[in-house]
């Protein structure tokens, strides 16, 4: 029970999250979140992939695909929380499981902000969606890499490091997360007052 949800096209996140009062994040606020405080590190955790020895993420060891070692102690996914937070209290945000973001995938997003001139302050991403790989179809960003993601193939699960889904797509190695704005916080907080309600 305690494992990321998984097999989630990108409309079951979205009804998810509408049924719970939230939202999926945009790219921009993944990637804040996931460095955790941290700037221009290589991980989330710093530049190291394993400090001290230690796995810092659910990732793929071995040799890829056929031999996957579960040397960090999981050879599918892991439980929530079964590696160090990051720098915001957040787990899991590399490794374990990729997890949809609301942004459109187009692999020159960036660079055409950069070409313009435009300051990239929290992006809210692309208005259409472009895969050259297979033009026509729509996609959207995922964040954080999984499980299956190694240095070998698609290590991913550096902090930069993103992929792309078809909206009808769920895997077993697919999932999310909802956030929610921080004005609705000091909304709840007010109305409680208002009505004398206490949590």
């Known amino acids: 029970m305690n494992h990321p949800v998984v097999h989630i096209a990108y409309e079951d996140a979205l009804a998810y999250c509408k049924w719970a009062g ?25 530049d190291d992939f394993m400090p001290g020895g230690k796995h810092m993420a659910n990732t793929f060891q071995g040799h ?16 929530v929380g079964s590696f160090p937070a990051n720098g915001y209290g957040l787990f899991d945000m590399a490794g374990n499981v ?29 208005a259409d969606s472009l895969d050259p790989n297979e033009p026509g179809v729509q996609k959207r960003v995922q964040r954080g890499g999984s ?3 190694t240095h070998q193939y698609c290590a991913r699960y550096i902090a ?16 999310f997360r909802c956030v929610r704005d921080g004005g609705q916080r000091v909304e709840k907080a007010e ?5 004398g309600w206490r949590p």
């Open 98 to 126: 990729w997890e949809w973001t609301s942004d459109w995938y187009r692999p020159d997003y960036y660079q055409t902000l950069a070409a313009n001139g435009e300051v990239a302050i929290n992006p809210k991403g692309p």
């Open 191 to 195: 109305a409680a007052r208002n009505t």
């Open 160 to 175: 930069g490091g993103r992929g792309k889904g078809e909206l009808d797509t769920g895997t077993n190695h697919l999932g």
């Open 64 to 79: 890829f695909p056929d031999t996957n070692t579960g040397e960090d102690g999981y050879r599918g996914t892991a439980p």
């Open 147 to 149: 499980f299956l993601c």
């Open 22 to 46: 939230k939202r999926l994040p945009t790219e921009a606020e993944f990637e804040f979140a996931s460095r955790g405080g941290l700037d221009r590190k290589r991980y989330d955790w710093g």
